[in-house]
Protein backbone atom coordinates (compact mmCIF):
# COMPACT_ATOMS: atom_id res chain seq x y z
CA UNK A 1 0.00 0.00 0.00
CA UNK A 2 1.44 3.70 -0.58
CA UNK A 3 1.95 5.92 2.09
CA UNK A 4 -1.08 8.27 1.47
CA UNK A 5 -3.47 5.51 1.57
CA UNK A 6 -2.04 4.24 4.48
CA UNK A 7 -2.36 7.53 6.72
CA UNK A 8 -5.75 7.77 5.22
CA UNK A 9 -6.96 4.71 6.59
CA UNK A 10 -4.72 5.44 10.04
CA UNK A 11 -6.74 8.53 10.29
CA UNK A 12 -9.96 6.92 9.82
CA UNK A 13 -9.51 4.49 12.06
CA UNK A 14 -8.57 6.87 14.81
CA UNK A 15 -11.86 8.52 14.22
CA UNK A 16 -13.56 5.50 14.79
CA UNK A 17 -11.73 4.86 18.05
CA UNK A 18 -12.44 8.23 19.04
CA UNK A 19 -16.39 8.10 18.68
CA UNK A 20 -16.26 4.14 20.12
CA UNK A 21 -14.71 5.37 23.30
CA UNK A 22 -16.62 8.67 23.65
CA UNK A 23 -19.79 7.22 22.77
CA UNK A 24 -21.95 8.70 25.37
CA UNK A 25 -20.66 12.39 24.56
CA UNK A 26 -21.18 11.86 21.10
CA UNK A 27 -25.09 11.07 21.59
CA UNK A 28 -25.67 13.49 24.39
CA UNK A 29 -28.37 16.00 23.30
CA UNK A 30 -27.25 20.01 22.89
CA UNK A 31 -29.00 23.09 22.52
CA UNK A 32 -28.16 24.13 18.93
CA UNK A 33 -29.03 27.28 17.08
CA UNK A 34 -29.48 28.38 13.03
CA UNK A 35 -29.88 32.18 13.60
CA UNK A 36 -33.64 31.55 12.66
CA UNK A 37 -34.40 28.96 15.05
CA UNK A 38 -33.18 26.75 17.85
CA UNK A 39 -33.20 22.67 18.46
CA UNK A 40 -31.94 20.55 20.23
CA UNK A 41 -29.39 17.49 19.33
CA UNK A 42 -26.25 15.29 19.75
CA UNK A 43 -24.15 17.77 18.48
CA UNK A 44 -21.31 14.89 18.09
CA UNK A 45 -23.52 12.76 15.88
CA UNK A 46 -24.35 16.03 13.95
CA UNK A 47 -20.62 16.56 13.54
CA UNK A 48 -20.01 13.06 12.49
CA UNK A 49 -22.54 12.93 9.96
CA UNK A 50 -20.62 16.13 8.44
CA UNK A 51 -17.32 14.56 8.61
CA UNK A 52 -18.74 11.09 7.18
CA UNK A 53 -20.35 13.58 4.13
CA UNK A 54 -16.89 15.47 3.46
CA UNK A 55 -15.71 11.93 3.24
CA UNK A 56 -17.75 10.56 0.65
CA UNK A 57 -17.40 13.80 -1.13
CA UNK A 58 -14.18 13.81 -1.66
CA UNK A 59 -14.45 10.09 -2.23
CA UNK A 60 -16.61 10.90 -5.32
CA UNK A 61 -14.46 13.56 -6.48
CA UNK A 62 -11.37 11.42 -6.65
CA UNK A 63 -13.55 8.84 -8.55
CA UNK A 64 -14.42 11.31 -11.13
CA UNK A 65 -11.01 12.94 -11.17
CA UNK A 66 -9.45 9.43 -11.90
CA UNK A 67 -12.16 8.76 -13.80
CA UNK A 68 -11.41 11.56 -16.33
CA UNK A 69 -7.13 10.40 -16.21
CA UNK A 70 -7.79 7.23 -17.17
CA UNK A 71 -10.07 8.82 -20.07
CA UNK A 72 -7.33 11.25 -21.01
CA UNK A 73 -4.75 8.95 -20.89
CA UNK A 74 -5.97 6.14 -23.03
CA UNK A 75 -7.07 8.82 -26.09
CA UNK A 76 -3.03 10.04 -25.44
CA UNK A 77 -2.01 6.41 -25.62
CA UNK A 78 -4.48 5.91 -28.60
CA UNK A 79 -2.70 9.26 -29.93
CA UNK A 80 0.88 7.96 -29.44
CA UNK A 81 -0.40 4.70 -30.86
CA UNK A 82 -1.32 6.35 -33.97
CA UNK A 83 1.71 8.44 -34.32
CA UNK A 84 3.79 5.77 -33.74
CA UNK A 85 2.13 3.90 -36.62
CA UNK A 86 2.93 6.77 -38.85
CA UNK A 87 6.42 6.59 -37.73
CA UNK A 88 6.59 2.92 -38.39
CA UNK A 89 5.51 3.49 -42.26
CA UNK A 90 7.50 6.32 -42.62
CA UNK A 91 10.37 4.07 -41.27
CA UNK A 92 9.23 1.47 -43.64
CA UNK A 93 9.22 4.15 -47.18
CA UNK A 94 12.42 5.55 -46.20
CA UNK A 95 13.85 1.71 -46.28
CA UNK A 96 12.10 1.05 -49.23
CA UNK A 97 13.20 4.40 -51.15
CA UNK A 98 16.77 3.52 -50.04
CA UNK A 99 16.95 0.02 -51.13
CA UNK A 100 15.91 1.12 -54.36
CA UNK A 101 18.39 4.15 -54.17
CA UNK A 102 20.90 1.33 -53.27
CA UNK A 103 19.67 -1.12 -55.86
CA UNK A 104 19.74 1.51 -58.38
CA UNK A 105 23.59 2.24 -57.74
CA UNK A 106 24.30 -1.42 -57.71
CA UNK A 107 23.02 -1.83 -61.48
CA UNK A 108 24.63 1.59 -62.52
CA UNK A 109 28.33 0.18 -61.15
CA UNK A 110 27.65 -3.17 -62.95
CA UNK A 111 26.61 -1.45 -65.97
CA UNK A 112 29.91 0.89 -65.71
CA UNK A 113 31.68 -2.69 -64.86
CA UNK A 114 30.66 -4.15 -67.47
CA UNK A 115 31.38 -1.29 -70.04
CA UNK A 116 34.90 -1.03 -68.35
CA UNK A 117 35.30 -4.94 -69.02
CA UNK A 118 34.66 -4.44 -72.71
CA UNK A 119 36.44 -1.74 -73.01
CA UNK A 120 39.35 -3.68 -71.65
CA UNK A 121 38.79 -6.41 -73.87
CA UNK A 122 38.77 -4.28 -76.55
CA UNK A 123 42.24 -2.82 -75.62
CA UNK A 124 43.31 -6.16 -74.74
CA UNK A 125 42.58 -7.68 -78.33
CA UNK A 126 43.87 -4.78 -79.91
CA UNK A 127 47.28 -4.68 -78.48
CA UNK A 128 47.59 -8.64 -79.31
CA UNK A 129 46.22 -7.50 -82.42
CA UNK A 130 49.24 -5.14 -82.37
CA UNK A 131 51.44 -7.41 -80.49
CA UNK A 132 50.67 -10.09 -83.31
CA UNK A 133 51.61 -8.28 -86.06
CA UNK A 134 54.91 -7.20 -84.81
CA UNK A 135 55.67 -10.70 -83.78
CA UNK A 136 54.62 -11.12 -87.74
CA UNK A 137 57.02 -8.69 -88.97
CA UNK A 138 60.10 -9.40 -87.21
CA UNK A 139 59.48 -13.11 -88.09
CA UNK A 140 59.40 -11.97 -91.74
CA UNK A 141 62.21 -10.12 -91.12
CA UNK A 142 64.38 -12.48 -89.19
CA UNK A 143 63.61 -14.95 -92.05
CA UNK A 144 64.71 -12.57 -95.16
CA UNK A 145 67.75 -11.82 -92.64
CA UNK A 146 68.12 -16.00 -93.07
CA UNK A 147 67.72 -15.90 -96.64
CA UNK A 148 69.61 -13.25 -97.33
CA UNK A 149 72.79 -15.19 -94.88
CA UNK A 150 72.11 -18.10 -96.83
CA UNK A 151 72.39 -16.47 -100.25
Not at 18 to 26: G, I, L, P, Q, Y
Not at 38 to 54: D, K, N, R, W, Y
Request: aromatic share 4%; proline share 1%.
Amino acid sequence: MRMRTLLLLLVLVSIGVFVSVNWAAVTAPTRLSLLVTTFEAPIGLLMLGLVVLVVLTFGVYLVVWQSAMLLESRRQTKELQAQRTLADQAEASRFTELRDIVHDELEGLANRMAQMQDALCTEIRDNANALTATIAELDDRMQRLQKGDAL
